[in-house]
């Protein structure tokens, strides 16, 4: 079964902090894996997406590896600010002949305080 | 602006009244799919369509209809909704089933 974990559930750092997200996935045959930025109430928008040939994207201040040996990728933040106050999803692409089949984590909760 | 429409944004019915989200994207995209997200449980696709008149079903379509009649549109119906259909709801669309564009969300509450 294909599945998505994030940790940690929560997080709370301070303004000015860096932090880093975790992904583990168990989803075959891999295709793609893309982080998405939900705030409060909005609709998840799209951060960074990676294929199985790159292990590191940068978006800003985000930037998303990608360890396909170990199925495991982090989304690293550096310099948070208020607005970083979000939750993070990790979706796994893969595979399904034409089509393709998406799986989500159920996100990282991150709070970012003064 | 290219973006995705949903209406309403929030929704408080009875069980059992039919009710319509509706979903619109003028960004000419091919594929579309609803997702509902609850606590803990992360976003679950209900039915997608890949094309004007494809329509497929998700991980959890049960209690749900949905049909694309033209491209840009691509209403969720529930014919007859009970509590456990409670749920923030998202319309996505996309050129490709991976990038996905993200309407702002129905917030749906049936008692």
């Known amino acids: 079964k294909n599945q998505v974990e994030q940790s940690p559930q929560s997080l709370i750092i301070l303004e000015g902090k860096n932090c880093t997200l975790q992904c583990n996935y168990t989803v075959s045959p891999f295709s793609n894996l893309r982080w998405y930025k939900q705030d409060t109430g909005r609709g998840p928008v799209s951060l960074t997406i990676m294929t199985f040939s790159e292990n590191t994207k940068s978006n800003g201040r985000y930037t998303a590896t990608l360890d396909a040996d170990t199925k495991q990728s982090s989304l690293h933040i550096t310099a948070s600010q208020l607005s970083d106050s979000a939750s993070y999803i990790c979706?796994?692409?893969?595979?399904?002949?034409?089509?393709?089949?998406?799986?989500f984590g159920t996100g990282t909760r991150l709070q970012v305080t003064l | 602006e290219a973006q995705v429409t949903q209406n309403p944004r929030y929704l408080i019915t009875v069980t059992g009244k039919k009710l319509t989200v509706t979903c619109s994207q003028n960004m000419n995209h091919e594929y579309m799919s609803w997702y509902r997200q609850d606590p803990g449980l992360g976003l679950r696709q209900i039915y997608y369509s890949m094309n004007v008149e494809v329509t497929d079903k998700g991980d959890v379509p049960e209690g749900y209809k949905v049909s694309r009649k033209e491209k840009r549109n691509f209403p969720l119906i529930l014919e007859s909704p009970s509590p456990n259909q409670t749920s923030l709801y998202f319309c996505?669309?996309?050129?490709?089933?991976?990038?996905?564009?993200f309407g702002p969300g129905t917030r749906l509450t049936v008692t």
């Open positions: 979706v796994v692409s893969a595979r399904a002949g034409t089509a393709s089949k998406l799986t």
């Open positions: 996505a669309s996309s050129s490709d089933p991976y990038e996905q564009y």
